[in-house]
């Protein structure tokens, strides 16, 4: 008979079997309450945070960066909306195919956008980086259509610069440029983030902290694919402080107007106070090349180039001034008793000192000469004694009480201080003792004696205006009503220690430099306005003397002289317009600069101040 029932071998095993399956379901509902508690309890926080950056994204609203305007309220430079394509590279899904897209629907480079997500994205993964800057209508068109199948991407609008007249005032105004890794390292920018464009250059530059803004920002709900739903929480930007200059439009408009096709400066500042009220640099640029990022090629073109036209020569060129220095040494004479204003030199077109002959301007020469006629007519023989009589020590001292050889302490900066030379000087910087024929070229400005438009002007304000040197200031205003961060006001930085007899020799006589039958500025004379002025012819190079030049177009341009004006003008001493003209390689300051200064002279008192 069959019997019934489990073999025990076979119990055995089933118990077996169970109990280990029993202790694997154990060991699973372990793990998963283990897992559940480390994802809720331990890393809950991290991703309830993640999880809400993926319906909410943080959007950032660019301010509005403040307005320049000119003295009388003129709009120079504003703001007109760009829409920008950023990519928020934690949410990028597949880098390779964004790219892609980028490249067929708008022609992005992907080696340029993989560039610029490798050198931040690590960083800073949720914060957006600018891809393109002014998409056309077309553009924008497009990535708006196919947003949707771009990951990752979002388009911001943003502000951006309007330079109003393109190279109007470009050196006074300046350019915007792409912040630097290095400039956000350094802790001076604390409002600007990768992609934002700051001041590089002139207003933009010196006040780019007051011109910025505070940025605000937004928490947009978005779905899946990016696409905003709603505004969460809003915090509206503020606008950056506008700027008002001092610079007068029309006086300005007509100073690079006289500079076009030359090269030179001019500054035209009022002699009552240190109001810039005109600064042209020739040849310019236009601001409006720099907005959203220089083209390679362009760059190459303006840093290369032999115009330099990002070199303000109003501010920081250096020239020798010529004849314009006379004023120095004349008062110089006057001053330390070396000259009675009725002496009488005689120039006979020569001077002999040493072994060698030093020449006057006029070949045939002066004649007897005094103080008035020397200035006048510029007589060279006549400086030539009485820069020998001062000695360069005292030269050098009343160079730097008119302010020369030392920064101006321009409010924009980039201001060059030029240079004096001393016997202190040539021995350190040459290691060779000074001889008393460079005192001769030094007393009619020569030698290694280097100045800048803008201390020439500055030397011609403080003759007419009681020996008072001011500070050169641009900005008249920032900001306004309660929220004014600056506001003009004049600054004396220095005053010329003279006798005011002294100083009327001085202006009677540059007065007839201007107005008498053989004075060297007869060309800037304007009827209804006192001019005075002093003309100054630099050179460049010391000629072989060998070489007949029958004309002055027959030398060569890099070698031509460079062409001085100095003169102030007014009507009363209300109105007082100080000027300072340099043209490069342009011969004779009678000829070439005084005109120029016509111009301005006349176009200011027409239009009033």
Sequence with gaps: MRSSGFEPISVEIFNN?????????????????????????????????????????????????????????????????SYDLYVIPEDIQNRAELLTGFQRLIGLD??????KLKSVSRKRPFEPVLLKNKMS????????????????????????????????????????GEISESQLRSG???????????GKYGVEMKWQNALNGIRGGEQVEVDAAGRKLQVITRKPPVPGANIRLTIHKELQH?????????????????SNNGEILALASSPTFDPNLFIGGIAKNEWKKIVTGNDYPLQNRAIAGLYPPGSVFKIVVALAGLEEGVIDPKEEFFCNGQFYFGDRFYRCWKKEGHGHVALHKALVESCDVYFYNIGLRLGVKKIAQYAKSFGLGKKPDFDLG?????????????????????????????SIGQSYLLVTPLQMVQLIAAIYNGGHLYQPKIIQRVGENEKELYRFSPTMTGKIRTKPEYLEHIRRALYGVVNDPHGTGQKARVDGVMVAGKTGTAQVVKLDLEKNYEKEEDIPY????????????????????????????????????????????????????
């Design 558 to 609: 890099q070698f031509r002289d460079h062409a001085w004006f100095v003169a102030n003008a007014e009507v009363d001493r209300a109105a007082n317009l100080a000027l300072a003209i340099i043209i490069e390689h342009g011969g004779h300051g009678a000829s070439t600069a005084a005109p120029i200064a016509k111009e301005l002279i006349q176009a200011y008192f027409k239009t009033g101040r």
């Design 110 to 115: 992907p080696k340029g956008i993989e560039q």
């Design 188 to 198: 001076n920018y604390p409002e600007n983030r990768p992609g934002d464009f700051i």
């Design 137 to 176: 209508r077309d553009e924008l068109a497009v990535i708006e259509t196919n947003l949707f199948n771009l990951p990752g991407a979002m388009i911001q609008v943003r502000p951006q610069r309007h330079y109003f007249f393109g190279k109007f005032a470009s050196h006074v105004v300046g350019y915007l």
């Design 254 to 270: 007509l100073a690079e107007k006289s500079l076009k096709n030359k090269r030179g400066a001019i500054v035209a500042m009022d």
């Design 414 to 442: 980039g201001d060059s201080a030029g240079l004096i030379p001393t016997k202190g000087w040539k021995s350190k910087r040459w290691g060779t003792p000074w001889h008393a024929g460079e005192t001769v070229s030094l």
């Design 17 to 81: 079997r169970l109990k280990k399956v029993t202790w694997l379901v154990i060991g699973v509902i372990i793990t998963l309450v283990l897992r559940l508690w480390i994802l809720q309890i331990i890393n809950g926080p991290k991703y309830r945070v993640q999880s809400e950056n993926n319906r909410i994204h943080l959007q950032v609203i660019p301010p509005f960066r403040g307005m320049i305007f000119g003295r009388d309220g003129d709009l120079l430079v504003d703001n007109r909306p």
